[in-house]
C-alpha cells in the first residue's frame, strides 16, 4: 500500500534560516503529492502541490519537486520567518476511479525563533 | 459559507455513548472524505464518498462507524458505542474532483475538525 515517511521534528530555527523538511513515499503508479500546513489554532491547509515527476510545486516561499528516482518530495524554505511556525504534513493520493484519499506523513512540528 | 464547517468542534462522552459528527461541505464540491488524527499520530483516511455514494470504506476501523451523506452535501459520521481509543481529531475535507482536460482538480480544502474525548 501506499506510505509515506516524514522527517521527525520538532524542528527549531532560528529566522532567516534555511530550512528542509525531508519526505519520502511508497506509492504504486503516478500519485500527487502534497505539503499541507497546520498553523496554531487553525485548520489543515494545502501549502503546494505536484502532480508529476520534476514538477516543482511552489507558494509563500516554500518549494518542492517531485522526484521520482528517489520517490521524494522534500520541502525547501531559503529563509524562513516566525510566521512559518506551524505542523507541516506531507501526503500522497493515486487516482482511482475519483477516490483520491490521501496518506499523510506524521507530521513535523516547525518553531522558528526570532 | 465559503468552507467546509464541522459540528460540534468538541465532544465529550462517556464511553459506550454514541456520537454524531456533522460536515458541511463547500457548495458544488463532490468528493468528500473523513478523516481521524490520533494524538501524536498522522490523519488517517476513514471514508469516501463520491455524490451519495460510498464507494471507499476500507479505513473504518470497525463496524461500530458509519457514516453517510445526504443530497451531495451534508456527511455524518456516527461512533456506536464509544470507546477510549476512538478519542481523535476526526477532520472532513472536500474537493471538485476529477481530471479534465489535464487538469487535476484534487485539491482538498479540510474543516477545523471535531475532538471528540471518550472518558
Known amino acids: 500500500g501506499n506510505s509515506v515517511t516524514q522527517m521527525e521534528g520538532p524542528v527549531t530555527l532560528s529566522e532567516e534560516a534555511f530550512l528542509t523538511i525531508n519526505c519520502t513515499y511508497t506509492a504504486t503508479g503516478y500519485p500527487s503529492l502534497f505539503w499541507y500546513v497546520q498553523y496554531p489554532g487553525e485548520g489543515l491547509q494545502l501549502l503546494l502541490k505536484?502532480?508529476?515527476?520534476?514538477d516543482k510545486g511552489s507558494n509563500k516561499g516554500f518549494e518542492a519537486t517531485y522526484r521520482k528516482e528517489t520517490t521524494s518530495f522534500h520541502l525547501e524554505k531559503g529563509s524562513v520567518q516566525v510566521s512559518d511556525s506551524a505542523v507541516y504534513f506531507c501526503a500522497l493520493s493515486g487516482y482511482n476511479f475519483g477516490n483520491e484519499k490521501l496518506t499523510f506523513g506524521t507530521g513535523t512540528r516547525l518553531t522558528i525563533i526570532p | 459559507g465559503a468552507g467546509v464547517s464541522q459540528s460540534p468542534s468538541n465532544k465529550v462522552t462517556e464511553k459506550g455513548k454514541d456520537v454524531e459528527l456533522r460536515c458541511d461541505p463547500i457548495s458544488g464540491h463532490t468528493a468528500l472524505y473523513w478523516y481521524r488524527q490520533r494524538l501524536g499520530q498522522g490523519l488517517e483516511f476513514l471514508i469516501y464518498f463520491q455524490g451519495n455514494s460510498a464507494p471507499d470504506k476500507s479505513g473504518l476501523p470497525s463496524d461500530r462507524f458509519s457514516a453517510e451523506r445526504t443530497g451531495e452535501s451534508v456527511s455524518t459520521l456516527t461512533i456506536q458505542r464509544t470507546q477510549q481509543e476512538d478519542s481523535a481529531v476526526y477532520l472532513c475535507?472536500?474537493?471538485?474532483?476529477?481530471?479534465?482536460?489535464?487538469?487535476?482538480?484534487?485539491?482538498?480544502?479540510f474543516g477545523p475538525g471535531t475532538r471528540l474525548t471518550v472518558l
Open positions: 505536484a502532480t508529476k515527476a520534476d
Open positions: 475535507a472536500s474537493s471538485l474532483g476529477g481530471r479534465r482536460g489535464g487538469l487535476s482538480y484534487n485539491e482538498q480544502f
